[in-house]
């Protein structure tokens, strides 16, 4: 993976944009991927003057809202007939219409969060596709919090230029205490789920 990543700094300016647009896209349809790596790359190739900070930013913040409205379409149009299908069959139907209801009420929130948050890009806008919301409103806080994102990466890769393969050792970490709270926050939620469902079955 290194080696494809330092391939780039041989490439024209034009072809390494469409390769972090690339990146960016597939990651939210087939997580994970080392797409922010890359966008760190290209950021230090920036201070090399080998390719423009717009360029890229604008590259990688359209790769990734273009990757989340197409997993968007996938939750709206077959998310319901995936989930019927058993596809997921570790979440119960009542759950799935909880999490549904949630994304509901809070569902735009996750979407400016959405590119913060490790490990849940995927996730986030199959069932806000799923949920209904409001596609236009979705892209436009999509690419906001892409835009967000994209900024403070291609930023550390200018900043740190020849060394910008240390900020991997960050964004691991980041994406491991990000991944890890929000798996206790699920199991939390589970847990209460499940205890109001048994204490349900006791009273009735």
């Known amino acids: 993976m290194e080696d494809f990543i330092l391939s780039l700094q041989t490439l024209d300016p034009l072809t390494i944009c469409l390769v972090v647009f690339a990146v960016a896209l597939v990651e939210n349809l087939f997580p994970p991927s080392p797409s922010d790596i890359v ?3 290209a950021g230090s190739l920036v201070g ?3 390719v423009g900070f717009a360029a890229v930013l604008v590259s990688a913040t ?3 809202t ?3 409205a197409a997993m968007y379409m996938i939750g709206r149009w077959f998310g319901r007939s995936i989930l019927d299908r058993g596809k997921m069959r570790f979440l119960p139907k009542e759950g799935i219409e909880k999490v549904e209801r949630w994304f509901v009420r809070y569902g735009y929130w996750l979407i400016v969060a959405n590119r913060f948050l490790a490990g849940t890009r995927a996730v986030v806008s199959f069932f806000a596709g799923m949920s209904g919301l409001d596609l236009g409103r979705t892209t436009l806080l999509s690419l906001v919090s892409s835009l967000a994102w994209n900024a403070v990466l291609v930023s550390a890769g200018y900043a740190l230029g020849r060394n910008w393969s240390r900020i991997g050792f960050y964004l691991t970490t980041y994406s491991q205490i990000v991944t890890g709270l929000i798996v206790l ?3 939390i939620i589970l847990i209460r ?3 109001q469902r048994s204490n349900g079955r006791k009273e009735g």
């Open 39 to 41: 966008v760190v790359f």
């Open 48 to 50: 090399l003057g080998i």
């Open 62 to 64: 359209a790769g990734g």
């Open 66 to 68: 273009v990757g989340f």
């Open 185 to 187: 926050v699920a199991l």
């Open 193 to 195: 789920y499940a205890r």
